[in-house]
C-alpha cells in the first residue's frame, strides 16, 4: 500500500516556475515506479514524467522535455516536479502516481497547476 499526497500547485505566469512535490507513505515505496500525471478538461490523463524505483531511468513526455525535471529521494519518501519555462497548455491537474507490478495503481488527490498567459 501507498498512499499519496501532491502539494506545490499554483497560479503562474507564462515563462515561470513551479516545483511540485509528492509525498509518500507506505513500506513499498521505494520499489515502485513514480509518475506524474496531467489532466486537462476534454483530454485524457497523460503522464508527463516518469521515473523508475532506484531513481536512474526517467523518462518525459515530448511536450515538457527540457523544462520538467522528475527526481525522488527515497529517504525521504518524496518525489518532485521541476517545471521551468512553462506555457498556458501546461495548465491542469497534477497527480503522483505509483506503479506496483504493471499498472499505475496508487494515485494521489491531485493538486492544480494555472499558467496564464
Known amino acids: 500500500q501507498v498512499q499519496l499526497v501532491e502539494s506545490g500547485g499554483g497560479l503562474v505566469q507564462a515563462g515561470g516556475s513551479l516545483n511540485l512535490s509528492c509525498a509518500a507513505s507506505g513500506r513499498t515505496f521505494s520499489s515502485a515506479d513514480m509518475g506524474w500525471f496531467r489532466q486537462t478538461p476534454g483530454k485524457e490523463r497523460e503522464v508527463v514524467a516518469s521515473?523508475?524505483?532506484?531513481?536512474?531511468?526517467?523518462a518525459y513526455a515530448d511536450s515538457v522535455k527540457g523544462r520538467f525535471t522528475i527526481s525522488r529521494d527515497n529517504n525521504k519518501l518524496m518525489v518532485y516536479l521541476q517545471m521551468n519555462l512553462l506555457k498556458p497548455e501546461d495548465t491542469g491537474v497534477y497527480y503522483c502516481?505509483?506503479?506496483?507490478?504493471?499498472?499505475?495503481?496508487?494515485w494521489g488527490q491531485g493538486t492544480q497547476v494555472t499558467v496564464s498567459s
Open positions: 502516481a505509483a506503479k506496483i507490478g504493471r499498472i499505475y495503481n496508487y
Open positions: 521515473i523508475a524505483w532506484y531513481g536512474g531511468s526517467t
